[in-house]
């Protein structure tokens, strides 16, 4: 497709507002619209007035579609993240401890060390070059005091980790050589090493989108997770197009904290969430239909 260079100006929040109500959209109340525009900014708040459209190529608006339907999708949208951005501090927090203690308890703490755990000596290198780095910046409380009394250029990995990002703790699993240790790993979460790097990396990715308060409702997700096909009992059935969807990061989640925290709520928030916001389908995030009578979700 032959591409052309954009020159234009940006609408004025007055001029938006005229825009929209010529497209069809119904406005009953102007200076709220007018708050809205100003807050949120129309470039973020279009993905929530797309679904409305019954025309994208003309941007022509469904019969009857208002912009309180949209800012009720927006308002829907910031409460999942909110909700997932939760449940993933307790699952970051359980990771990092089993990762510490489960690669610790038969060898040094300082296995991280050893590029002969990982799959390369390049890969090795540029996780310890991140690693250090975070550790460095550290400020956490027993890394400052480990420093006060030792000498070592580094603490043990049950130190080191608590001061690692959520992606350098998924790089450095990925990097490990397969075999007993990272299985070891993965079995705290009953599942085979090879889905548990995918959902390390698919976590990573949806919990940079919460941290940036991007959208994830009606979003294709490009960091796809794994099914795990052993533990279909345990598991709900996905749709063909699952990866793409956050309704699979929602199973994931839940699948995690019923090992973390068994008798989480993850459940029942999330359909009472739902349930608040009627006009948020389920369907635009992968959720088949009667997913509530799933015996995961009781």
């Keep these: 497709m032959l591409k052309t260079e954009f020159h234009g100006s940006a609408l004025s929040f007055e001029d938006q507002i005229r825009l929209l109500k010529s497209q069809g959209l119904i406005i009953k109340d102007e200076k709220k619209a007018l708050r809205v525009l100003q807050n949120i900014s129309y470039s973020r708040f279009k993905s929530y007035l797309v679904p409305l459209m019954e025309d ?7 019969q009857g579609a208002t912009l309180e339907q949209a800012y009720a999708l927006y308002g829907f949208d910031r409460r999942l993240r909110e909700l997932i951005f939760h449940e993933m501090e307790k699952i970051e927090i ?11 308890s038969d060898d040094s703490g300082y296995w991280y060390m050893n590029p002969d ?5 390049g890969e090795h290198r540029e996780i310890m070059r991140h690693l250090t780095s975070e550790v460095q910046r550290s400020d956490n409380d027993a890394i400052k005091r480990f420093y006060l009394k030792y000498s070592n250029p580094l603490p043990p990995c049950w130190l080191a980790l608590e ?3 959520m992606g350098t703790l998924a790089s450095l699993y990925a990097a490990m050589k397969p075999g007993p240790l990272r299985v070891k790993i993965a079995v705290n979460y009953g599942v085979s090493d090879n889905v548990f790097i995918s959902w390390l ?5 949806i919990r940079n989108m919460c941290a940036h308060h991007n959208r994830l409702w009606n979003k294709t997700l490009s960091v796809p997770a794994l099914v795990p096909d052993t533990h279909r009992g345990l598991f709900p ?12 990061t929602l199973c994931i989640i839940k699948y995690l904290q019923n090992t973390v925290k068994p008798e989480n709520t993850f459940a029942q928030r ?11 389908d389920p369907a635009f995030m992968g ?12």
């Excluded at 755990?117 to 000596?121: E, L, P, Q, T, V």
């Excluded at 999330?270 to 948020?280: D, F, G, R």
């Design 56 to 62: 994208r190529a003309t941007h022509r608006f469904k």
């Design 94 to 104: 359980s990771i990092r401890a089993k990762m510490a203690y489960s690669s610790s």
């Design 117 to 121: 755990h990982f799959r390369s000596k």
């Design 163 to 165: 001061a690692t990002s």
């Design 201 to 205: 990396h698919h976590l990573v990715y």
């Design 237 to 248: 059935e996905q749709q063909p197009d699952a990866s793409e969807h956050i309704y699979l």
């Design 270 to 280: 999330l359909k009472t969430l739902i349930h608040n916001y009627p006009v948020a």
């Design 287 to 298: 959720f088949p239909e009667n997913w509530e009578e799933d015996p995961f979700w009781q």
